[in-house]
């Protein structure tokens, strides 16, 4: 461990070096090791404004010269979503807490992509890409515009239902079942899946279902799906484990005096 001369911030330009020296959390006087060295490091990693942060350390008259070498992310200036028609872009930039003057990190970019295909996804677009491109403005801020370029892709539509393991009941039957069915000749049955419902057809509905026949072990052990990428039709696939059909052998009536056992 050794004494602490002076503490540096080096290469802030957007982040002020007030809150870079008070995210390091060492001073002029502290006796530090390498572990609180570390953690200074990483507190500064963890504000998610800087690319890069390294450390070095000089030997001054009072104790050790430290100097934090930071690169900053750029600051976003303005935001654009190309490609994206399902969805409001403002509702990503809000999502994602991304405006005017706060710094571009990668982690934005995984925030955004998430949060466009789960919203998708839930409106039966399950494949779509999501890229970046960061324009810098050239004017010496190291400001840029950030644009996402979004392909939806097709609309996943549902051709075909099948069920894998049922027995007792019949795949039309067990497809009558759900909300997301296949396409069919009227305009309601438009084929379209909607995970969410999905999951309640398979994880609520189907389950009760079998429940009321009897079949109080039945589970859906698998599903999946299998997609034309360019029509974008699909068959859904659900394998299922029916159990046993349980039947009630007999049954006592116990506490009843107004009523005789017979008739009740």
Known sequence: RVPVGSVAGE????????????????????????????????????TGTFSDVSVTATE????????????????????????????????????IGVSQGLSYSPQRLVDARRFIQERLGERGILFAQVEEELVPLGDGTNAVNWILHVTEGQRVTIAEVVFNG????????????????????????????????????????????????????????????VMDPVTGKARLEVDVDEGPLYRVASFDIEGNRQFPTETL
């Open 11 to 46: 290469g802030n330009v957007v982040f002020h070096a007030g809150p870079v020296l008070g995210t390091i959390g060492i001073f002029a006087g502290d006796t530090v090791g390498y572990f609180e060295v570390q953690e200074a490091q990483r507190r500064v990693w963890a």
């Open 60 to 95: 001054g008259p009072t104790g050790a010269v430290l100097t934090f070498h930071v690169a900053e992310y750029p600051t976003i200036r303005e935001t654009q979503a190309l490609g994206l028609t399902s969805l409001g872009a403002d509702q990503v930039w809000t999502e």
């Open 166 to 225: 049922n027995e007792a009941v019949t795949d039309s039957e067990l497809e009558g079942l759900l909300t997301n069915r296949s396409e069919g000749f009227f305009w309601f049955r438009t084929g379209s899946l909607n995970e969410d419902e999905l999951e309640e057809d398979l994880r609520g509905r189907l389950p009760e279902f079998y429940a009321s026949r009897g079949y109080l072990d039945f589970q859906v052990i698998g599903d999946s799906v």
